[in-house]
Structure formats: structure tokens, C-alpha cells
């Protein structure tokens, strides 16, 4: 029995700093569960000193706790403890499910298992990649040597609260770093949990810290820190690059940026099976309510197998149904809040004024008060510049466009501002391959669409969706900085 009362889960709507619970005097926010809109909890925001506080303890901690010195295999050990702890919780599946988009079934199947095992990957990096030796003159011995920067500032977005977490703190911790953490302020809960157990499996206090609050005040604070000596941060491209900006100016600190994106599903003629490949295309743009940062958002299908392609699609929308995301017979997720629904709506009519016809949905659905389902919608008759296309709307939005020849298809398939991902369906090597390297994207994925458990495989943006990877043995390697030394003899 999955389903729950969400009126009887207690939520811990606070930070954790240096392995304690705080309570913070800064601003209030109401958050608020995005399936019936009620509120859940106020938080007294984290203010530029409480912040002061957990870095200055991240870094004391981090130095004296032994954390970066100790043997790589003894933070493994403590990691895949941790994930141990993370897949065995009960609390933790109410805490996201409630306070987040996700459906408990979701939650259960995928987010849960996939969080454990993304710190279980960064568990056994811990001491299987090393510097390197380079080849100097042989009197001379060079070498490059990885050290941790000390304290890692992670912020993240609101759509996947503990996997984005995972991707975060894995790599950070299993490379000797201590982390102050700053989830979305529309999702505060989960994470807390996590590190609570982080602590129970044998993490030294201190060494990850949950800072809450907003953007400007708090995620802000936490960038500027001298102390934080890098940032590693998942979001918008907007935030990205306000980040970026502020970490220029504050030390001149690295930022990993995982942002936007606004991704093609290029589908040819000799695709294969409809319905397979329909199905691709349904879950790759409605998976957590069109609320992912790789959410396939325009489809590009060759002429002829359009109609047969958009039939089956406008057919397999109107199977949705909303329901609260404590109900394990829920399937759709919720957009996160009204004010999304707003950018939803806002696009999606923009759009019909410059052209667009919506084959399916384009509205909420209705009766359910405060909790925002959109329907998954199809969007026709838009150009390239139509601000469907354009914009990433982050709501089950598909704009439709065709294309003639591989060329069209590749043209209309990259994007100005964004290169996230890119799905590529079609049974010809050749078609498949050009594509590969035509599209201007960090991610490929062919004849299928969103990521796998293979966390060796890492994810990040080209040009207004990022730099840098998370997961894959690059976003480890990220959390260390090299030391070059060269030794005569
Ligand atoms: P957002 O940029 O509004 O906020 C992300 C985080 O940044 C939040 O914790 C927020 O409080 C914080 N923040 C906001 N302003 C800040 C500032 N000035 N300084 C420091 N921190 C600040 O994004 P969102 O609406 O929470 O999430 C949706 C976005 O995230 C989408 O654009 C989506 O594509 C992107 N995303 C990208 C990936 C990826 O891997 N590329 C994954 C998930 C989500």
C-alpha cells in the first residue's frame, strides 16, 4: 500500500547545519504541495550569516574531520552506506511525493532507486580515478595531482529534488569535498532527510549541509562565499548565467551549469514500428507533466510518416489523467505551481497567435482546485521562430514540425540558444550517424528517448544549456582540481 495521508506526514521545513537542525530568522515562505495547492509548511529562510555559518562549518569540518585525508575506499564506504540507508528509508518516498511532482509510484520506481544508485556509482569513484603521470624528460618526474576544493556550493531545481541532490552531493563528497546544499525553495523536505541519513551512515557532521531559501537572498549568499570555492548548479539558463556571472565576481570561482533546454525529436520516415516510436516521443515530453530540463519538446517527422505519427499521438494524449501525487494510482505529475501554469498558458497562446493550432489539450484539465495538471498538448502549424519553438515552456507542451529531406530535418532539429538533448529515430545508420554529428547537443540518444541507469554516461549542455557534466566519471573528476608537479632527479 503505497498511497498515504499527506495531512500526516511531518515535514522537516528547516535547514541541517553541521549535523543539526536549525530553524533560521530570516524571511518566511510558504510552500505550498503542488498537487492540491495547500500549504505545507513556512520556512524561515537562511540569510547571509546563517550561511556564513554553514560554510564556515563545511570547511572546518571538511579540514578536521579527516573527510578529505582519509583513505578514498573509507569514503566509499561511508557513500554506499548512505545509499543503503537512502533505499531502505521509509520517510523519504512521503517526503517527495508530497513535496514535490512526483507521483509515489514514480517515486518508488524510479526516483528512489535511481538516487541510491547514482551515490553508489560516486561510492566507487572514490579510488578508481586518479591524476596522471606525464611524459617529461626522463630526468624529470611530472605529474598532475588531484585535490579536493574544499567546500562545494550545489543548488538545485525543483523538478527531481533528490536525484538532482544525488548527482550533486555523489561526486562532491566521494571527491573529499564537504557541500552546503541549497534545494528549491518550492521543494525544501527531501533533501533534509537525506542528509540526516547521510549523517547515520557515518558522514561526519558538517561535511554536508542543507541551507533553505531563495534564489536572491540565500542561493546568492551561498555563491559570493569566499569559502565556497566552487559551484556546481542545476536550473534555468537565466539563473545559470546570473550565477556565473557572481561567481566571476566573487573569486573567480568554476561553475558546473546544468541549465535549459529546448529538445528535438527528429523522427524519419524509416523510423519503424508507430507505436513504439510514439511511445518514445509520448514519454520523453510528458514524463514529470513536460517539467524536465531534457523533455523532448519539438518533434521534426519526416512527411510521411506524419499523419500516422500525430494520429497516434493526439490518440495516446487523451489517455492522461490527473490524480494527487500520494495516491499510488497516480500516474501525471502536477506543473510545480500556478505561476507555471501561467507560463504554460502564456506560451501556448503566444504561440496560437503566431500561427500555432492545438491538436490536443492546450488547457488544464479541470477540477482539480488548486493543483495544476496540464493536459499533454500538440501544437501544429509552427514556424521556427514561433515561440513555442523557441521558448523552453517546461509543461507537456509538443510542437509539431515537418520536414522533406535529412537536411530540413537537421536544420530545424538544432537550436539557437539551447543544446541539451536530441532524440534521433529512424532505422538508417547513415540517417542515424549525420544526425549524431549534425546536431548541435551534448546528449544524442537514438531509437530511444531519456537517460538510462548507466551513470557512467554523463549528461550537460552545449551553449545556453550549460557547461560542464554532471554524472559520468566527468563530474568527479569536476569536484577536484589538478595540482601539476614536476620533480627532478
Ligand atoms: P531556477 O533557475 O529558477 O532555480 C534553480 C535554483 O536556483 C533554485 O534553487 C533557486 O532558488 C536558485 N536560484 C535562483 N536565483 C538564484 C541566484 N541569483 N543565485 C543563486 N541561486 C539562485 O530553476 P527552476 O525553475 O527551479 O528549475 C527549472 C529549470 O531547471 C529549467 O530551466 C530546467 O531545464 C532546469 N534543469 C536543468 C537540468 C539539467 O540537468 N540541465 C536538470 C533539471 C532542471
Redesign the pocket.
Known amino acids: 500500500m503505497l498511497s498515504f495521508d499527506p495531512d500526516k506526514v511531518s515535514l522537516p521545513a528547516g535547514h541541517y547545519i553541521n549535523g543539526v537542525h536549525q530553524h533560521g530568522a530570516g524571511n518566511s515562505l510558504l510552500v505550498k504541495r503542488p498537487s492540491d495547492g495547500k500549504p505545507a509548511a513556512e520556512l524561515a529562510e537562511a540569510d547571509a550569516s546563517l550561511v556564513d555559518e554553514a560554510v564556515t562549518l563545511a570547511d572546518r569540518a571538511v579540514k578536521e574531520s579527516g573527510w578529505a585525508s582519509c583513505p578514498p575506499r573509507q569514503r566509499g564506504a561511508v557513500l554506499r552506506r548512505w545509499a543503503d540507508l537512502i533505499a531502505a528509508d521509509s520517510e523519504l518516498p512521503r517526503l517527495e511525493a508530497l513535496g514535490s511532482t512526483r507521483p509515489i509510484h514514480d517515486v518508488i520506481q524510479h526516483e528512489i532507486p535511481f538516487t541510491a544508485e547514482a551515490i553508489r556509482f560516486y561510492a566507487e569513484c572514490a579510488d578508481k580515478f586518479s591524476g596522471d603521470v606525464l611524459p617529461t624528460r626522463a630526468a624529470s618526474l611530472g605529474m598532475l595531482v588531484p585535490e579536493p576544493y574544499g567546500v562545494i556550493g550545489a543548488?538545485?531545481?525543483?523538478?527531481?529534488p533528490l536525484s538532482?541532490a544525488s548527482?550533486k552531493c555523489g561526486p562532491a563528497l566521494a571527491a573529499g569535498n564537504a557541500v552546503v546544499l541549497?534545494?528549491?525553495?518550492?521543494t525544501p523536505f527531501s533533501t533534509v532527510r537525506m542528509a540526516e541519513l547521510a549523517t547515520e551512515a557515518g558522514l561526519p557532521a558538517g561535511v554536508l549541509n542543507i541551507v533553505q531559501?531563495?534564489?536572491?537572498v540565500?542561493?546568492?549568499a551561498?555563491?559570493a562565499h569566499p569559502l565556497v570555492r566552487k559551484v556546481s548548479?542545476?536550473?534555468?539558463?537565466?539563473?545559470?548565467a546570473?550565477?556565473m556571472s557572481?561567481a566571476a565576481f566573487n573569486g573567480m570561482k568554476p561553475v558546473t551549469?546544468?541549465?535549459?533546454?529546448k529538445s528535438p525529436q527528429l523522427v524519419f520516415d524509416d523510423a519503424g514500428d508507430i507505436d513504439e516510436v510514439a511511445g518514445r516521443i509520448l514519454r520523453g515530453f510528458t514524463a514529470n507533466g513536460g517539467?524536465?530540463?531534457?523533455?523532448g519538446t519539438r518533434l521534426i517527422v519526416q512527411r510521411g510518416i506524419a499523419p500516422q505519427l500525430i494520429e497516434t499521438l493526439t490518440r495516446l494524449c487523451q489517455n492522461f489523467r490527473p490524480g494527487v501525487t500520494w495516491d499510488e494510482t497516480s500516474r501525471y505529475a502536477p506543473l510545480?505551481d500556478a505561476r507555471?501554469a501561467a507560463k504554460v498558458q502564456q506560451v501556448i497562446r503566444a504561440a496560437c497567435q503566431q500561427g500555432g493550432e492545438i491538436l490536443v489539450g492546450g488547457e488544464r484539465f479541470a477540477g482539480t482546485g488548486e493543483g495544476y495538471f496540464w493536459q499533454p498538448t500538440l501544437l501544429a502549424g509552427v514556424s521556427q521562430d514561433n515561440p513555442a519553438v523557441q521558448e523552453?515552456i517546461?509543461g507537456p507542451v509538443l510542437t509539431v514540425q515537418i520536414f522533406d529531406d535529412e537536411e530540413e530535418g537537421l536544420a530545424l532539429a538544432s537550436h539557437p540558444t539551447y543544446g541539451?538533448c536530441s532524440g534521433v529515430h529512424t532505422k538508417s545508420i547513415d540517417h542515424a550517424l549525420r544526425a549524431m554529428r549534425g546536431i548541435a547537443a551534448g546528449t544524442v540518444w537514438i531509437n530511444r528517448y531519456g537517460r538510462s541507469g548507466d551513470f557512467i554516461v554523463p549528461?550537460?549542455?552545449f551553449q545556453g544549456?550549460?557547461i560542464g557534466k554532471?554524472l559520468g566519471r566527468q563530474a568527479f573528476e569536476a569536484c577536484q582540481r589538478y595540482k601539476s608537479v614536476l620533480i627532478d632527479f
Open positions: 543548488i538545485t531545481p525543483w523538478n527531481f538532482m548527482w541549497k534545494p528549491s525553495e518550492l531559501g531563495s534564489g536572491a540565500t542561493g546568492s551561498l555563491v548548479f542545476t536550473g534555468s539558463t537565466q539563473t545559470g546570473r550565477i557572481d551549469l546544468e541549465l535549459g533546454g517539467q524536465a530540463c531534457v523533455a510545480i507555471q523552453e517546461f541539451l549528461t550537460g549542455g544549456s550549460g554532471d
